[in-house]
Each structure stands twice: as structure tokens, then as C-alpha cells.
């Protein structure tokens, strides 16, 4: 058995690595090839191309990469049209994998999408793009299988391992024995990003707020997870010049970890929100591309959700502040990190009561399930094969 699959960031990555490792128990002679992070490769896949260079955000930020990126794809798609795996996995990066994977599919190969776009939030023309594309669309969310059957589109929900992964009952104190952190104190767990783009446009403004919370709450304490040494030197840059005596701990990873010893979590939107409603913290999430890409999303009315996060599109009720474009500013960060410390009990029960909801309808053993439906797909495919043999 030889899998092919490819992630394009770090928490495609994660989901890939996972899935590996339950495919592995099916087919344990299986090998796997593709692009992969870190944790696909520990997981057992050969990585043929650097997963890093496929993680860009925004729109017009991918033209200098266009070239290098389209020269990788064709490669890819050459190297497997030549010598078929028996499954390709394209898992989230839409943007990469649809067109491959619908080269691939209509050359026979049993293709899946795992990691639903989001489609039903912002540019649903990419719909075009996954009809007669592929055999099957896993999902992480219930409600978007009845957006893709309204699409002819077969999908599948499997849950997320993410809520598999976080205890229902994220403890404070265990997390901030494992980073030795102080027992008491507050704690505002900070995460700038875990790509260069993400650095480059929030890190000015999430310095500047820290600063002027520092001077107001000198007691508090900032712990700023880093996923890797470049993210790291870059992000020390900006605090030299914008922040030189800001007090801060700055941990390498385990930003779950951090999450789970904080009091107040902020942080740049993406999964990694999604992962601070699974360990219950109040965040505040912020987000901001180049000015040009956002001109091209707003002229194209590309944006149909209601909000920019996971946890306030899966809940439909804004419950996480979200800080986005011209929004994002030091003063709005303070604002509205100083309004969640002063917020209710009443106010803090009934958001952490919304969260827990979801972690338990997300919590599906997803991991397994997804590789389980991929046998099963693989298997009635192969039967349907046989058939047409016979015939």
C-alpha cells in the first residue's frame, strides 16, 4: 500500500501525522510520500518538497512563490501519474491541492480531500473546483456535509482530532508545572502566528498592547510560544525595537500547553483558535493581510460568514472579539483583553458552557474514523473494479 498525501502548514500537518499513524494501523506495511512537516515525517512520510514554503496568507502574498509553487505541483502531479499510489490525501490548502487532486482523480487515482475548505464562509467559486474532483470530502464539522450534498459533492464528517487530543477539563496547574510557571499570577498566553506573514503584520501591534498592559497590570504575567527558531529570531526583532524591556517568556512550541496554563489567550486567527475554545480560555483573535488583498476580497465580496473564527461560525454567536484589518490596533487589543478580565462570572460560565458544547460534538475519535473511511472507500472501490472486470 503507498499513500500519498500533502499538507501545506503546520496544522494540516498535525492532522496528517495523526491520520498516519491510523492508516498505519490498517495497512501496516503501508509507505507514504508527499510534503510534509515535521510531525508527518516523525509519523513515517517522506517529504518531497519543503512544506514551509506552501505556507503563505493572503492573496496577493503568493505571486512571488507562484512559479516555485506551480513548478512543484506539476512535478508532483508527473511523479504520480507516472507511478499511481493507491490513495492521495490532500489535506486543507486548497489553493495546491484541488487542482492536483482533480488530475489525479480523473487519471482513476482514489483521491480525498481531507479538511474541508471554507467554502460556506468565503470564496465559494472554488466550488467549481471540487465537482467530479475527487471521490470523497472528510470534514471536520458536522453542518458542512449538508453544504456539500446541496453541491452534488460526497462528504463525510469525522470529527477533529484536536478535541480528540484536549481533555475536556483543560487543568491550569499541570500545564504550568510543565513550563514551570508560577501556580498563581495571571497569565496572557500570546500567539503571534506560526508563519513569517502572520509575524510581519501583528507583531507591531501585539507589542505595543503588551507594553501598555504591562504598565497597567505590572503583575501580569506573558508567555509567547515561538514554533521555530526563524519565527523566533524575527519575533525577537520586533520586540527589540518596539518593546526592548517588555518582560516576557518566550517558550519554543507547545503553544497547547501555554494555552492550557493561561487565564486569557491572544492570538492570531486560525486554528489555533479553534484550540483555545477546546482548552476554554476567553480570547481575543486578530488577523490582518496585505492592503491590496484585502481591496481584492471586499471588491469581490469573496467574505459570506457572519465572522472570521471558527468558534463564532461553529456556534453562530460572537463569543470570540475578533480584531481584523483595520480593527487590529494597540488600542483595541488592550480594550478588549481588559473588558474579558473584568467580564462576569455569569458572563465567563456562559461562554465556557457554549465551548464545552462544541468539544464534545467535535470529539468523534477523528484520527481513526477518517482512516477507517478511507478503507472503506479503497475497498468499494476495488470491489467496483472487480465488477467491471468480470462484466
Known sequence: MRIALLAGETSGDVLGARLIKSLSKIYPDAVFEGIAGQEMQSAGCQSLFPMERLSIMGIIEVAPRYLELRNARNKLIQRWLDDPP????????PDFNLYLEKKLYQAGIPTVHYVSPNVWAWRQGRLKKMINAMDLMLTLFPFEVDFYKK???RAQFVGHPLADEIPLDADKQSAREKLGLVRDGHILAVLPGSRMGEIKHLADDFLKALNTLHQKHPD?????????????????Q??????????????????RIVMQASDQILLASGTAVLEGMLVNRPMVAAYRISALSVAIIRFFRMIKSKYFTLPNNLLNEYLVPELIQEQLTEKNIVSEIEKQFNET????????????????????????KAAIALRDLLETKRKTNKREQQG
Do not use: C
Open 220 to 236: 501580569w504575567l506573558f508567555v509567547i510560544p515561538l514554533v521555530n527558531d526563524a519565527i523566533r529570531r524575527a519575533f525577537t
Open 345 to 368: 462570572q455569569q458572563q465567563r460560565a456562559y461562554r465556557e458552557t457554549r465551548f464545552d458544547e462544541m468539544h464534545h460534538q467535535l470529539r468523534q475519535n477523528a484520527s481513526e
Open 86 to 93: 493507491d490513495l492521495f490525501v490532500g489535506i486543507d490548502a
Open 238 to 255: 520586533y520586540k527589540q525595537r518596539i518593546a526592548p524591556d517588555l518582560p516576557v517568556t518566550l517558550v519554543e512550541g507547545q503553544s
Open 151 to 153: 453541491h452534488a459533492i
